[in-house]
Structures are given as structure tokens and as C-alpha cells.
């Protein structure tokens, strides 16, 4: 039906953004107008202008700048801890569930165990053990998130292998790998989708938060999460130092929740759409 | 033979948490371990010190680090139960009673920040799923998905800049009775008590349309006593599930915000023990940030048992957290 | 009452009912121009095949159609008042005690976290202003009455069985006494000695209450037992409502012949001599 194939609005403007982003990424530091770390301290926090249109930092370098050049770290760490976590999670989880056995009950009794932790919390303490950088943030945030997509593939596998059409599919000797990519997967994707969407809008907001700690990008490396902390201090003087940072990040993490509201919105439909 | 089933429950969950807890103790013992460079290093690194390798063999012995390591966890553990947990690198308190000054504050924060989402969240989602696709249905999806795109701290430097430097109705920052509550609250549940509400609102739909409430109207019953007894009743057990969760993410979140107020609670003592890789206050920090965690998921598991008859009869599985 | 009045003044009166469905094109019809009428103590009959509206019918009668569906026209008599579309506090009013559905999946219809006893007893409660302890008394008492003990007061729906579950259902309607009883598909997914049983439930509680009983059923040779009318519904419309036997002699509508007819096949499948 042409209703069920029409994208939503909502998934459209989540992938319109995305999109963007993804640009900023690939050509954020080639398109900014300044030197994203050309530190001038005659142009000390400087209110937007024409040529600093956020403005400048306590440095005199230019925000707007800084924000471009800084997406490729803040949006591939969050995005890339995300898309580790969910591989993991998925071969672990998938693996364990089919196979099923001791290796599955120790599994998920792992699984069990680092859910216990508070995400967050986990992922500051083995952050502050590896040396700061965006990759070590990554891996920190992937090593604490992947035990819910575990879980989570677990369970569907499980569920799958009962079905009618998985067990006749077996009975005619299809294997396992081509079953999961011909058959699960796809059916799982669009819930499987919805949930990386959400998630990765939390990973993100993690690195922000992680590197506003201190324990990302150093500086003088561009970090979104990095320069909010160095708005914090000046932000008596300089307000408008938060306001690049704050809403670059508050865009993308509005991207991946649009993008994730819309599918739902899509599945919905297509449950209730009477037959 | 009512009792056996939700007996085998309770010991199934007990067994759980005992397996839980063990593991729990042995991987923050295991932190010492995971850390980069000798701990013996590290301290005197951090007592900047000259590590003269006589010094470090000292310590070493003195710390145990020369023993095997389960000898080592034993000893840990034995100690840990008496709640000596050992001395901070960077000050040389007892990291016991450095956790006991910020407990308080934490809890504060923890238990303002839950009732926050449970007012907010109620109120919401009953408006919500009183007329759904409303104007104050479509109000609060917008709402939520904008304070889901608002990570916690950034929400309260933003509150910071408005509510305490420009408009100087509330203090900035710190912990100086209930004014200066009310900020970290709103940044650390704000964004939990929409979502909240949104769930709320579809789980309040989704028992609506269920035959049992139809019969219940079939029955004659008056609309509050159907809304009370069997809407909002059943409801609240889907609701229930995810509570675990969010007490997850308000711990994980307070690391956060109370960096961000300096607030003097567990979180920050986390974060400061983090940057000056001070490991008994880490390890504390964490071993007492997870029992609350995991005490707030058992409190959850055994109110479901309590208000759903079936898990009482049914094995306890894995609940999905949303 | 005396049976004079009762015939004068019949307990359930439908007058050209229409129901609709809103949908992206507008409303689609789903009952159009239903006439029926149920004396006090009789018990009529309606037979129809799936998708037919018996469901649809019940829910009307009933006052409990849920949004997409309307009720868009005509109106219903039901123990001496009148009801129009629209209306809203009188259904309240009349619900329980003037007019009671029987569902058709018992399993649903009951709060799986309450207790049988409570689901019974707050019945009481609402439609005859019995405290909370006598009403509970009195639900031990008509579980008995239908062939329950009276521990069953304390057990959870999950506990039951479906033939069960439906006669705790009859129990309800036993104790709520109510002027018209409307039965969706009471015996669906039971054997026949349960299926017999809850018959003959249904024709005590005709016989205790003198309450006007409808029943809904796709199983003709049910309502054969039971009643001396019978109503067949097709595609929304009451196409023919004939005394039982003239029903079975000279079934005029096509709908009624195809059902008599498969009923006959069965018959003669079963090696079972026609009454």
C-alpha cells in the first residue's frame, strides 16, 4: 500500500539530520572559516559577530569553527561506541541464544553481572584507566553498552528459533548464517533499528558528558563536551559561548530520537492498519 | 501449595543476587588490577614521591600486592564486610568515611530527583492518555523528545545561567538546604519524568483496550473504581519495570550533575577519584553506587511479585528493560 | 412480574440500528437496520457466521462500543427506557444491572491480578450496595451455585480453565440479576460436555432471574437447544428471525439455508440420526 511505503515526516527530518551531520564529520574542519585552534588573545570572548558568528573563546579562537572541526570527534566517538556495543552485542547475543548450553548460561550470567553496574558509572571508571582520548571513550562506552544489546539479541533469537518457518527452514537444512541474514535479521530490523537510534542518542550525550569531565579529547583538540566545560568558566562574561556547543549537540542527539520516534510511528501503522 | 511457587521465586532471586553480589565484589576488586601500572606506582606517584625500588617493594609488602591474588580478594572482602574499605592514595582517609560524608547528599538528590519523576509522570501521562493525539498529547511527544535531546548537564548549566546568574533566584551551585536542591533535580529528572510519562500514557492505552476493562463496564461499575482497580492497577505493573532502569541512569547521571553543581555527593567523589586515579575511593565509590542499583532492581522484582499473581506461579525470567 | 406484561412490554427492543466504522475515507457501514426483540424469560437466538456482526451486535446492545466504532442510528429499548445515539450517562446507568454482556473470551474478560472472589464481589458492591464482606459471602455462594467451590473465590483467573473462567462469568450474572443478558459465543474453544454444561447454566440463569436472554453463536445446533427463536445475521443485516423449527423446515434467506445445510452435513458426518 502506498500509505505503509510513504516515509514519515518524522524519520525523514531524523535522516535529513543525519545526513548533515555525518557531512560535518567528513568536511567539518575544510569548511570553517578560522583556524579551529588559532589562538588570538586581543580577540578574548568576543560576543557573535559577522566573522565569529558564536563568537569567540577565552583563547580568542573562534567557536564556530571549533564546533565544525569538533563534530568528527564528538559524533564518530558516540556513534562509533554505539555501532561496537550493538556488533557485540548482537554476535554475542545471537550466538549464545542459538547455541544455547553451558557457554550460554555463563554468558548471560556476565551479561547479568555488568548490568548491575550503572552504565554511566562503569563506562567513567574504565575510561579513567585507559589514557584520555576520544578512542579510549569509545571503547570505555562500547565495553559498558554492549551486555544490553547481549541480552536483548538473546532474546529475540531465542524467540526465533521457536517459530514455525525457522524450524521448517531448518528441517530443509538451511544453516543458521543464512537463515539469520535471509530470514531474522530483517524481520528484527526495524525494532532493532528503533533501539540503535535511541541509543546511540545516549552515547552521545555520554561522550559529551565524559569529555566535559576531562576524560576525552584533551585540549587543544575542538571536543563539543570539552567546550561546555570551558563555557561553564566563563560564563558569567561569555554566555554565548554554550549556545554552538549545546545546540550542535542537542541536534544530533534530536536527530537519532526523531529518527527512532518516526519508525515507531511506521510500525504502529502498520499494526494497526486493518487488513 | 499457594506458597511453593512464589518460594521458588524468592530463592531463585536470592541465588541471583547472591551470584550477582559476588561478582559485583570480585570486579571492583579487580579494578586494582585493570588499572594501567602498579598500584604501588601509582600511590607513591601520587604522593610524589621518588618510587625507589626499595620503596615500592616496602609498600608492596605492606599492601599485600605480593601475595596471590585470591588471597588478596579474600582479604579485601573480609575487610570490606567490617566496612574498611580502606585508605584514599590522595588523603589517606579511611574511604569509608568519606563515602559515609557523601552518601547523604546523593540520597538527597536521589530521592528528590524520584519524586519529581513521579509526580511529573503521573500527571503527564494520565493528562496524555486522557485524550489521546490531543493537543496535550502531541505537546508532551514534542516535550519529550526535546528534553531526551538535552543531556542532563547541559540542562543544568542552561537552568545555572537562567535561574541562579541572571535571575539570582536560586544559588548557583553547592549544597545549602532545599533552594539549592531544586536545580539538580530538574537537570536530573527532568528529561526521565517525560519519558516516564510517555510510557505511562501508552501502557494506560493499552490496558483501556483490554476486554477486562470493557467487562468491567459491562458490569456496571462506576468509571473512577474501573480507572482505580483495574486501568490504573495494571498499568502500574508495566510501569514498574522500568523504575529499575531509572534509578540506573539517576546514579549514573548524578556523576554528572553533581560535578556540574558541586553537589558533594558520591558521584562527584566518583569523578574526582577517577581524574586522580585514587583506587580505594574508586573502588568504594563504585561498590556502594552498584548495591544501591542493584537493591533498587531486587525492591522492584519483589513489588512485581507482590502485584502480579502470575510471577508468583510462573520462574522468575530476564525482564526487558526499555 | 406476570408474563402478560412482560409479552406487552418486551424487555430488550432494537429499532433499525446502524453501526459504523470511521475510517480514512469516511464511515463504512457495519450494522445496518437491526430489529430485534427479547420477552422477559425468553431466550432468542443469534446465529451468523464469522464477520457477520454478532460481536459487533453484542458490544451495541451492550452499550460498550469502543471508538472507531459508532452507533449512528435507530434506538434501543432496554427494561423500559429509551436510548438513543449519543448518549452516555444513561448506558452507565443502565450497564450491570439493565443490560449485561457476556464476553465471548472469559480469559479476557477477567483481571488477571485480581482475585475471582474481588472480580465477583465489587459487582455486588455497585449494582446491589452490599458491603464488602457479605458480598464476598455471597460470591462464595454463587460460585457454587454455577458448580465452583467456594475456594475459588480466592484464586487468580491464570488458575482456571476456560469452562471455568465462564462460569464465573455466569456467576457475575447471577448475582448482578440483571433485566437483559447478552451472551457473545459463550462456549467457543470448549468440548461438548462443557459446552452442554454452560448451556444448561445459561437456561438456570433464564429461569432464576426471568431475565431476557440473546445469545450469540456461529453454532446453530446450541441455539436450537436453547431457544425457541432464532435471528440469523449476514454481512451486518438481520436477514430472517423464524420460530426454531420453522427455521430448520423453511429457511428462506441463503444465509440460513447454507447454515442449515452444513449443520445437516455434520449430522450426517456423525452418523446422527435428525431429532
Same mark, same amino acid.
Given at each position: 500500500?502506498?500509505?505503509?511505503?510513504?516515509?514519515?515526516?518524522?524519520?525523514?527530518?531524523?535522516?535529513?539530520?543525519?545526513?548533515?551531520?555525518?557531512?560535518?564529520?567528513?568536511?567539518?574542519?575544510?569548511?570553517?572559516?578560522?583556524?579551529?585552534?588559532?589562538?588570538?588573545?586581543?580577540?578574548?570572548?568576543?560576543?557573535?559577530?559577522?566573522?565569529?558568528?558564536?563568537?569567540?573563546?577565552?583563547?580568542?579562537?573562534?567557536?564556530?569553527?571549533?564546533?565544525?572541526?569538533?563534530?568528527?570527534?564528538?559524533?564518530?566517538?558516540?556513534?562509533?561506541?554505539?555501532?561496537?556495543?550493538?556488533?557485540?552485542?548482537?554476535?554475542?547475543?545471537?550466538?549464545?541464544?542459538?547455541?544455547?548450553?553451558?557457554?550460554?548460561?555463563?554468558?548471560?550470567?556476565?551479561?547479568?553481572?555488568?548490568?548491575?553496574?550503572?552504565?554511566?558509572?562503569?563506562?567513567?571508571?574504565?575510561?579513567?584507566?585507559?589514557?584520555?582520548?576520544?578512542?579510549?571513550?569509545?571503547?570505555?562506552?562500547?565495553?559498558?553498552?554492549?551486555?544490553?544489546?547481549?541480552?536483548?539479541?538473546?532474546?529475540?533469537?531465542?524467540?526465533?528459533?521457536?517459530?514455525?518457518?525457522?524450524?521448517?527452514?531448518?528441517?530443509?537444512?538451511?544453516?543458521?548464517?543464512?537463515?539469520?541474514?535471509?530470514?531474522?535479521l530483517p524481520q528484527l530490523w526495524p525494532s532493532l533499528s528503533i533501539a540503535l537510534?535511541?541509543?546511540?542518542?545516549?552515547?552521545?550525550?555520554?561522550?559529551?558528558?565524559?569529555?566535559?569531565?576531562?576524560?576525552?579529547?584533551?585540549?587543544?583538540?575542538?571536543?563539543?563536551?570539552?567546550?561546555?566545560?570551558?563555557?561553564?568558566?566563563?560564563?558569567?562574561?561569555?554566555?554565548?559561548?554554550?549556545?554552538?556547543?549545546?545546540?550542535?549537540?542537542?541536534?544530533?542527539?534530536?536527530?537519532?530520537?526523531?529518527?527512532?520516534?518516526?519508525?515507531?510511528?511506521?510500525?504502529?501503522?502498520?499494526?494497526?492498519?486493518?487488513? | 501449595?499457594?506458597?511453593?511457587?512464589?518460594?521458588?521465586?524468592?530463592?531463585?532471586?536470592?541465588?541471583?543476587?547472591?551470584?550477582?553480589?559476588?561478582?559485583?565484589?570480585?570486579?571492583?576488586?579487580?579494578?586494582?588490577?585493570?588499572?594501567?601500572?602498579?598500584?604501588?606506582?601509582?600511590?607513591?606517584?601520587?604522593?610524589?614521591?621518588?618510587?625507589?625500588?626499595?620503596?615500592?617493594?616496602?609498600?608492596?609488602?605492606?599492601?599485600?600486592?605480593?601475595?596471590?591474588?585470591?588471597?588478596?580478594?579474600?582479604?579485601?572482602?573480609?575487610?570490606?564486610?567490617?566496612?574498611?574499605?580502606?585508605?584514599?592514595?590522595?588523603?589517606?582517609?579511611?574511604?569509608?568515611?568519606?563515602?559515609?560524608?557523601?552518601?547523604?547528599?546523593?540520597?538527597?538528590?536521589?530521592?528528590?530527583?524520584?519524586?519529581?519523576?513521579?509526580?511529573?509522570?503521573?500527571?503527564?501521562?494520565?493528562?496524555?492518555?486522557?485524550?489521546?493525539?490531543?493537543?496535550?498529547?502531541?505537546?508532551?511527544?514534542?516535550?519529550?523528545?526535546?528534553?531526551?535531546?538535552?543531556?542532563?548537564?547541559?540542562?543544568?548549566?542552561?537552568?545555572?545561567?537562567?535561574?541562579?546568574?541572571?535571575?539570582?533566584?536560586?544559588?548557583?551551585?553547592?549544597?545549602?538546604?532545599?533552594?539549592?536542591?531544586?536545580?539538580?533535580?530538574?537537570?536530573?529528572?527532568? =528529561?526521565?519524568?517525560?519519558?516516564?510519562?510517555?510510557?505511562?500514557?501508552?501502557?494506560?492505552?493499552?490496558?483501556?483496550?483490554?476486554?477486562?476493562?470493557?467487562?468491567?463496564?459491562?458490569?456496571?461499575?462506576s468509571e473512577s473504581l474501573i480507572l482505580w482497580r483495574h486501568v490504573l492497577r $495494571?498499568?502500574?505493573?508495566?510501569?514498574?519495570?522500568?523504575?529499575?532502569?531509572?534509578?540506573?541512569?539517576?546514579? =549514573?547521571?548524578?556523576?554528572?550533575?553533581?560535578?556540574?553543581?558541586?553537589?558533594?555527593?558520591?558521584?562527584?567523589?566518583?569523578?574526582?577519584?577517577?581524574?586522580?586515579?585514587?583506587?580505594?575511593?574508586?573502588?568504594?565509590?563504585?561498590?556502594?553506587?552498584?548495591?544501591?542499583?542493584?537493591?533498587? $532492581?531486587?525492591?522492584?522484582?519483589?513489588?512485581?511479585?507482590?502485584?502480579?499473581?502470575?510471577?508468583?506461579?510462573?520462574?522468575? =525470567?530476564?525482564?526487558?528493560?526499555? | /412480574?406476570?408474563?402478560?406484561?412482560?409479552?406487552?412490554?418486551?424487555? !430488550?427492543?432494537?429499532?433499525?440500528?446502524?453501526?459504523?466504522?470511521?475510517?480514512?475515507?469516511?464511515?463504512?457501514?457495519?450494522?445496518?437496520?437491526?430489529?430485534?426483540?427479547?420477552e422477559s424469560g425468553e431466550i432468542l437466538g443469534l446465529c451468523g457466521s464469522s464477520?457477520?456482526?454478532?460481536?459487533?451486535?453484542?458490544?451495541?446492545?451492550?452499550?460498550?462500543?469502543?471508538?472507531?466504532?459508532?452507533?449512528?442510528?435507530? %434506538?434501543?429499548?432496554?427494561?423500559?427506557? &429509551?436510548?438513543?445515539?449519543?448518549?452516555?450517562?444513561?448506558?452507565? *446507568?443502565?450497564?450491570?444491572?439493565?443490560?449485561?454482556?457476556?464476553?465471548?473470551?472469559?480469559?479476557?474478560?477477567?483481571?488477571?491480578?485480581?482475585?475471582?472472589?474481588?472480580?465477583?464481589? *465489587?459487582?455486588?458492591?455497585?449494582?446491589?450496595?452490599?458491603?464488602?464482606?457479605?458480598?464476598?459471602?455471597?460470591?462464595?455462594?454463587?460460585?457454587?451455585?454455577?458448580?465452583?467451590?467456594?475456594?475459588?473465590?480466592?484464586? %487468580?483467573?491464570?488458575?482456571?480453565?476456560?469452562? /471455568?473462567?465462564?462460569?464465573? !462469568?455466569?456467576?457475575?450474572? /447471577?448475582?448482578?440479576?440483571?433485566?437483559?443478558?447478552?451472551?457473545?459465543?459463550?462456549?467457543?474453544? &470448549?468440548?461438548?460436555?462443557?459446552?452442554?454444561? @454452560?448451556?444448561?447454566?445459561?437456561?438456570?440463569?433464564?429461569?432464576?432471574?426471568?431475565?431476557?436472554? !440473546? /445469545?450469540?453463536?456461529?453454532?446453530?445446533?446450541?441455539?436450537?437447544?436453547?431457544?425457541?427463536? @432464532?435471528?440469523?445475521?449476514?454481512?451486518?443485516?438481520?436477514? *430472517?428471525?423464524?420460530?426454531?423449527?420453522?427455521?430448520?423446515?423453511?429457511?428462506?434467506?441463503?444465509?440460513?439455508?447454507?447454515?442449515?445445510?452444513?449443520?445437516?452435513?455434520?449430522?450426517?458426518?456423525?452418523?446422527?440420526?435428525?431429532?
Open positions: 500500500m502506498t500509505a505503509e511505503r510513504r516515509i514519515n515526516a518524522l524519520t525523514l527530518a531524523g535522516g535529513v539530520l543525519l545526513a548533515l551531520l555525518v557531512t560535518l564529520v567528513v568536511f567539518g574542519g575544510a569548511i570553517a572559516p578560522h583556524d579551529p585552534n588559532q589562538i588570538d588573545l586581543t580577540q578574548r570572548l568576543q560576543a557573535p559577530s559577522l566573522a565569529h558568528p558564536f563568537g569567540t573563546d577565552q583563547l580568542g579562537r573562534c567557536v564556530a569553527s571549533r564546533i565544525l572541526a569538533g563534530a568528527a570527534m564528538t559524533l564518530s566517538a558516540g556513534v562509533g561506541a554505539s555501532l561496537l556495543a550493538f556488533a557485540a552485542g548482537l554476535i554475542i547475543g545471537v550466538g549464545a541464544g542459538l547455541l544455547g548450553g553451558r557457554g550460554d548460561w555463563l554468558l548471560m550470567r556476565l551479561v547479568d553481572v555488568a548490568l548491575a553496574f550503572p552504565g554511566l558509572v562503569l563506562a567513567l571508571v574504565l575510561a579513567g584507566f585507559l589514557p584520555p582520548s576520544p578512542t579510549s571513550l569509545t571503547f570505555a562506552l562500547a565495553l559498558a553498552a554492549w551486555p544490553w544489546w547481549a541480552r536483548l539479541s538473546r532474546g529475540l533469537a531465542r524467540e526465533a528459533a521457536t517459530r514455525e518457518y525457522v524450524v521448517a527452514a531448518r528441517a530443509l537444512g538451511l544453516g543458521w548464517p543464512r537463515l539469520l541474514t535471509r530470514y531474522l537510534a535511541v541509543r546511540t542518542g545516549g552515547l552521545l550525550a555520554a561522550v559529551a558528558g565524559l569529555s566535559y569531565l576531562g576524560l576525552g579529547a584533551q585540549p587543544p583538540t575542538p571536543e563539543w563536551g570539552r567546550m561546555l566545560e570551558e563555557a561553564r568558566v566563563h560564563m558569567g562574561q561569555a554566555p554565548w559561548l554554550m549556545l554552538a556547543p549545546g545546540l550542535a549537540l542537542t541536534v544530533a542527539i534530536a536527530a537519532c530520537h526523531l529518527f527512532a520516534e518516526g519508525l515507531r510511528d511506521q510500525l504502529a501503522m502498520r499494526r494497526t492498519e486493518p487488513v | 501449595m499457594g506458597l511453593t511457587p512464589r518460594w521458588r521465586r524468592l530463592l531463585a532471586l536470592g541465588a541471583r543476587l547472591g551470584l550477582t553480589l559476588f561478582a559485583i565484589s570480585l570486579l571492583t576488586f579487580g579494578l586494582l588490577y585493570l588499572a594501567p601500572g602498579d598500584p604501588a606506582d601509582v600511590i607513591l606517584g601520587a604522593q610524589s614521591e621518588t618510587a625507589t625500588p626499595d620503596k615500592v617493594a616496602e609498600l608492596r609488602e605492606r599492601l599485600g600486592l605480593d601475595r596471590p591474588w585470591p588471597e588478596q580478594y579474600l582479604d579485601w572482602l573480609a575487610r570490606a564486610m567490617r566496612g574498611d574499605l580502606g585508605a584514599s592514595f590522595a588523603s589517606g582517609e579511611p574511604v569509608a568515611t568519606l563515602i559515609a560524608e557523601r552518601f547523604g547528599a546523593t540520597l538527597e538528590l536521589a530521592a528528590a530527583t524520584l519524586v519529581l519523576i513521579l509526580v511529573l509522570s503521573s500527571l503527564t501521562g494520565l493528562l496524555a492518555a486522557a485524550r489521546p493525539a490531543g493537543l496535550f498529547d502531541q505537546g508532551l511527544r514534542w516535550l519529550a523528545i526535546l528534553t531526551q535531546s538535552v543531556p542532563g548537564f547541559l540542562l543544568g548549566l542552561m537552568l545555572i545561567y537562567v535561574f541562579a546568574l541572571t535571575l539570582g533566584w536560586l544559588p548557583v551551585f553547592g549544597r545549602d538546604g532545599f533552594a539549592s536542591l531544586i536545580l539538580p533535580t530538574i537537570a536530573l529528572g527532568l =528529561g526521565a519524568a517525560l519519558v516516564q510519562g510517555r510510557i505511562l500514557r501508552a501502557e494506560l492505552l493499552e490496558v483501556q483496550g483490554q476486554d477486562y476493562v470493557r467487562f468491567a463496564r459491562a458490569k456496571g461499575l $495494571n498499568a502500574l505493573t508495566g510501569i514498574l519495570t522500568i523504575w529499575g532502569t531509572t534509578v540506573g541512569r539517576l546514579l =549514573g547521571g548524578a556523576v554528572l550533575i553533581e560535578t556540574v553543581f558541586a553537589w558533594p555527593g558520591l558521584g562527584r567523589l566518583l569523578v574526582e577519584a577517577v581524574i586522580g586515579r585514587d583506587l580505594p575511593v574508586i573502588q568504594g565509590a563504585v561498590l556502594v553506587l552498584t548495591l544501591a542499583y542493584v537493591g533498587a $532492581n531486587l525492591l522492584v522484582d519483589l513489588l512485581q511479585g507482590l502485584l502480579d499473581p502470575r510471577l508468583a506461579a510462573a520462574p522468575s =525470567g530476564t525482564h526487558d528493560d526499555r | /412480574m406476570s408474563r402478560e406484561q412482560s409479552l406487552s412490554q418486551p424487555r !430488550l427492543e432494537a429499532t433499525g440500528i446502524e453501526v459504523v466504522v470511521a475510517t480514512r475515507g469516511g464511515e463504512r457501514c457495519l450494522l445496518a437496520g437491526l430489529d430485534l426483540r427479547v464477520g457477520a456482526g454478532k460481536t459487533l451486535t453484542a458490544l451495541t446492545l451492550g452499550g460498550l462500543l469502543p471508538p472507531p466504532l459508532r452507533w449512528r442510528a435507530g %434506538y434501543i429499548r432496554v427494561a423500559g427506557r &429509551l436510548l438513543e445515539p449519543g448518549l452516555v450517562q444513561e448506558w452507565r *446507568e443502565i450497564r450491570g444491572r439493565g443490560v449485561f454482556v457476556l464476553f465471548q473470551s472469559p480469559g479476557l474478560a477477567l483481571n488477571p491480578r485480581l482475585r475471582i472472589g474481588l472480580q465477583i464481589a *465489587e459487582t455486588l458492591v455497585s449494582a446491589h450496595g452490599l458491603a464488602r464482606r457479605p458480598a464476598t459471602r455471597e460470591a462464595a455462594r454463587l460460585l457454587e451455585r454455577v458448580g465452583l467451590t467456594a475456594a475459588t473465590t480466592r484464586a %487468580y483467573p491464570f488458575q482456571l480453565s476456560g469452562g /471455568m473462567r465462564q462460569r464465573v !462469568l455466569i456467576a457475575i450474572a /447471577m448475582g448482578l440479576r440483571p433485566s437483559v443478558v447478552i451472551a457473545d459465543e459463550p462456549t467457543t474453544g &470448549l468440548d461438548p460436555a462443557r459446552r452442554d454444561a @454452560i448451556l444448561e447454566l445459561l437456561r438456570e440463569l433464564v429461569a432464576d432471574t426471568d431475565a431476557a436472554l !440473546l /445469545m450469540i453463536s456461529h453454532d446453530l445446533e446450541a441455539l436450537a437447544h436453547l431457544s425457541r427463536r @432464532i435471528g440469523v445475521l449476514d454481512a451486518g443485516r438481520l436477514v *430472517e428471525i423464524a420460530p426454531t423449527a420453522e427455521l430448520f423446515a423453511r429457511p428462506r434467506a441463503v444465509a440460513t439455508q447454507q447454515l442449515v445445510a452444513s449443520l445437516a452435513a455434520l449430522r450426517a458426518a456423525d452418523d446422527q440420526p435428525v431429532d
